[in-house]
Structures are given as structure tokens and as C-alpha cells.
């Protein structure tokens, strides 16, 4: 059975690897559900979760429970894949692949409903015992972290490996690891080998569990002993009228995180706590609340008169669920066992918490476009522009609607006039820039033209020759460098050289960097007056400009001026 599900884990891996590039390609090509976001973003989002879902519960699920459980969250997956592309919609704009607000959300919320499935499986009832719920949550953390490593490490090997053949003339391994229908699949494949080993070795993610769990919990008491410091300076500073609590708000409220998380690696199991850790948890317990509120306070103040931004809408929400442990854990004070039922209802908390802002409900997106609708009312005479670019941005399908109920219903002029330019700002933002200047792209050839298999090439992938980060011009040549057609392309600092392969595509091979503080040298260099010197010991030549050598390099490197 452990060998079944081993080669269904990797059959699983591969398969998501495999649509993930269908996917990749659909969008390059353009294939008809590629083009409704609607259907496709659901799809992308199954596809991402799903696959980690069933390798995972394989081993740790029964069948029953772990078909019920992928149907339930594919259901759950595709109708909040569907709301974050229909909220994405505008005239302006639409996104064909998840928002990355949606998927780390989505990647919260998953843990911790897959942890709760699977301790109320592994003991066969609704509620679980703590003792089961800590140490699947706990296994399933050290997992997914070591796997993360482990893909991290696999690929700064290859790419060590390919920097090392390229150095002689072999480009093999460069290249194959650069297409998507190789580095797609390869990266699910050794995901899903890390969740494998680090799943079957339990022994290995118990002792670094412990391990991270004891060092952990040393901290606490440092935390707690200068965060009642920090309470007992307040009068003192509240008197001397020198407290400003927005200054303050966010350290506290990244100090009630680490609270929560410290107290919870001091607690464990709750089972042979010394005197010493028990008055340290006690004593976090009581302070986390004030701690929040206080932090909560300050960001009220902050939001009181500019509003809700989608930073500070997730910041509220964090917010809330740290108040929810707070009132909780004030009570560990005189119970300190009491943690093992709270824990419990912060995780369904959490969860629902978690879900809600992908929905209608908590939408940060609706919550933001609300709240600058009532700024810009409440300040009608003067109406201040960044508000209406809040609005555009952070607010989606609500904030659009919303400006565009304002350019053409709002009776006051300068709003009209502001929502009015707002919009087409948003609408003529590449426009500008592509017409700004004809010869955004100068090319110093004798023909004055570029290569139609390189033009080409760019049109298939939808992308520009001339990056569009900044108003400057990019200036291009042709030359033959190693035996190869090459293409350079120079633009800020860096000057970025294509080759056409033997398949007749055209890659991306390194850069030349000229620093800042080098502005004659890029004069030149715009102005053509450079040459090639043969390096030692690369293959590709070295730049040189008024006698200044630049090293070429298949990654960005700094270098000063001579």
C-alpha cells in the first residue's frame, strides 16, 4: 500500500507539472478558455492546490475522507478562483491567472483546514484531541518548509551546474533548464518528492520539530520580560506628551504575532511545564491583548483620515484574529490549560476569516473601495488625487465602478474632473509611453532593422523588444559574438545580449551592467563607440568603452568604474 502510494504521489506530480505547462501554454498561445478569465483562473487555481491536497492526504487520510475532502475543495477552489477573476474585470484590466492575494490566502487556509481534516480523521471523530491536532499541524509546517529548502537547493544546484558547462563552451544544460516544458514539471515533481521523503521519515520532522521547539521557546521569556517594560514606560512617556502610538503600531503588531507563535512553542503539549515557562506564557497570555489593541489603535488613527488601502484592510484583519487570542489567552492567567480549546476555536477562526476576505463578504478590494468613497464625499471642495488612484488600484471591479459613478454622476466638478483623469491616465498609461517618442527603439544597423526571426520571436510571446519601465529610448546592434548572431539591446544600465540558437530561437544569455556612477561611459555606449575584447578566461568578449572593461555575465553583477 505505502509503495502504491508513493508511484500515485509521483504520477500526481507529474501530472500537475504537465497541465500546469498546458496551461503556461494556452496563455502564450492564446487558446479560447485561456481568454475567459472566468474559466480559466478556476482552473489554475485547482490545478495549483489540488495536486498538494490529494499527495499529502494519501498517506494521512483515509479514502472515504479524502475523496470527500477533494471534491469539497475543488468546489471551494473554482468558486473562489471564479469571484477573484470576476472581481479582477474591468474595461482597464483583467487578470488570467490568480491573484497572488488569492493564492497565499488560499495557502493559509488550506493548512489549516488540511490539519483539522486530518487530525479529526487520524482519531476518528469530529474533535480531535489537542495532542493529535498539534502534532499534525506541527508535521505538516516542518514539511512544507523543508520541502520549500529542498526544491530551493535542487535548483541553485542546476543552475550552479549549468553556469559551470557554460564556462566551457557547453550550453546543453542552460538551455534545457530555460523552457517551461522542462522546469514546469520538474519543479512539481521535486515538490512532491520533498512532501514524500520528509512524509515517510517521521522520525527526521519530530526532531526538528523539537528541536525548532525548544530554541523557540527560550525566547519567550525575552519577548515578555521587555514587553513589560515597554507597559510599565508608557505612563511615563503618556505624561511627558511624547507618546505618539502611530509610530508605534506596526512593531506591536508584529511583536503580538511572534507572542502567539512563542507562547504557543513554550506550551507544546502542555505537559511537564516548569514554574518558570508557565509564569512566562501566563504573563504573554495577559499582555498579548493590550499588546493588539494598542496596535489596533494606532492603525485606526492612521486610517481615520485617508482611509482603507489593501495593505491596511489585511492589517485589520490580522488584527482581529490576534484580538480573538487575546481574549482568549487572557484567561490562561488562572487556566493555563485553557489554550488547548482556544487554539482549537482560533484555528476554525482563522480559517473562516481567511475565506471570507476571497468572498464578497470581507473582500478587501470592496472594503477599500468603500471606504475612499466616504473620504472622497466627506471631501468634496478638495478632492486629493491619490485617493482616486487608491480607489482604481486597490479597489478592482468596486473601485472602478465606483470612479466611473463619479466621472460621469458626481455633481461636484473638480471630483468628476479628478475621477475623469484618473481614468484615462489608467487607460493611456502604455500608450503614452509607446507614442511618447517614435524612435523608442534606436537601432544602429546599416539596414536599420533588427532580425525578423528576433522581431518575430517577440511578437509570438507577446512581449517588447523595448521594456517599458521608464520614458528613456533603448538603442539595439546586431553582431556576430562567439560565432552567433547576437542581438544587443541597451536600456538604463544594462545592456542585455540575445543569441539565436540552432532552433532558431532567440535567448536571453547575460548582460553587460554599467554602473550609476559611470554616465560617460553609457554616453559612449549610446553613441556606439564601444568594441569587444576577447576575455580571459569567459567565451563571451568583455565591453570595452574609452578603456574601461565591463565582464559579461549571465546574471547581474555590479562593478565600479575605472
Known sequence: MQ???????????????????????????????????????????????????????LNNLRIKTLILWSISATILLSGLGYYDAWCSITPITSNITPSISLIWTLAFALFILQSLIEGSDKDKKFVANYTTYFDVSWKLIIQLTLTVFFVSIFWSILFL??????????????????????????????????????????TLVTGVR??????????????????????????????????????????????????????????????????????????????????????????????????????????FI??????????????????????????????????????????????????????????????????E?????????????????ALLNFAQNSKTEKIAQQANLTLSEKKNRYKKIRNKKNNTLIINTESGKLPKSFKDHFKKYNAEICPRFNNEPCSAWVKNIDDKMTVLIFKGNSMVAFQEEKTGVWKNTGSFTIPHNCPNSKKLLVDSKFKFIAPKPYP??????????FKFSPFRIYQECD
Open 210 to 315: 523539537k528541536v525548532i521547539l525548544t530554541l523557540f521557546s527560550y525566547l519567550l521569556p525575552v519577548l515578555v520580560f521587555f514587553l513589560v517594560i515597554f507597559f510599565a514606560s508608557l505612563p511615563i512617556k503618556a505624561v511627558s506628551a511624547d507618546l505618539k502610538i502611530q509610530n508605534s503600531e506596526s512593531i506591536l503588531f508584529f511583536v503580538s504575532i511572534w507572542m502567539v507563535l512563542l507562547v504557543n512553542c513554550a506550551y507544546q503539549y502542555g505537559e511537564n511545564l516548569n514554574s518558570f515557562f508557565k509564569l512566562a506564557i501566563k504573563i504573554g497570555g495577559v499582555l498579548l491583548l493590550p499588546a493588539i489593541l494598542l496596535s489596533t489603535y494606532g492603525l485606526c488613527l492612521i486610517t481615520e483620515n485617508k482611509g482603507f488601502s489593501y495593505g491596511s484592510v489585511y492589517q
Open 3 to 57: 509503495e502504491n502510494n508513493t508511484n500515485l504521489r509521483y504520477y500526481i506530480g507529474i501530472a500537475q507539472g504537465f497541465i500546469l505547462y498546458f496551461l503556461y501554454i494556452s496563455i502564450q498561445y492564446k487558446f479560447q478558455f485561456a481568454v475567459n478569465s472566468l474559466l480559466f483562473v478556476p482552473i489554475c487555481t485547482i490545478v495549483i492546490f489540488l495536486p498538494l491536497l490529494l499527495q499529502h492526504g
Open 161 to 202: 551546474t549549468a553556469a559551470l558547462f557554460t564556462s566551457i563552451k557547453i550550453d546543453f544544460i542552460k538551455t534545457i533548464i530555460s523552457y517551461p516544458w522542462f522546469y514546469i514539471p520538474t519543479t512539481t515533481v521535486a515538490f512532491c518528492t520533498g512532501l514524500h521523503i520528509t512524509d515517510v521519515n517521521a
Open 385 to 401: 488625487e491619490f485617493r482616486f488612484r487608491i480607489l482604481l488600484n486597490d479597489g478592482e471591479r468596486y473601485g472602478y465602478n
Open 540 to 549: 563571451f568578449p568583455d565591453l570595452e568603452i574609452n578603456g574601461t572593461r
Open 318 to 383: 490580522l488584527s482581529a484574529v490576534l484580538i480573538f487570542y487575546g481574549i482568549g489567552y487572557l484567561f490562561i492567567a488562572f487556566k493555563i490549560h485553557f489554550i488547548k480549546t482556544w487554539n482549537l476555536y482560533a484555528a476554525y477562526f482563522i480559517a473562516a476569516v481567511l475565506l471570507l476576505t476571497l468572498t464578497p463578504a470581507l473582500d478587501p478590494a470592496k472594503i477599500v473601495a468603500d471606504s475612499q468613497i466616504k473620504q472622497i464625499q466627506a471631501n468634496q471642495t478638495n478632492p
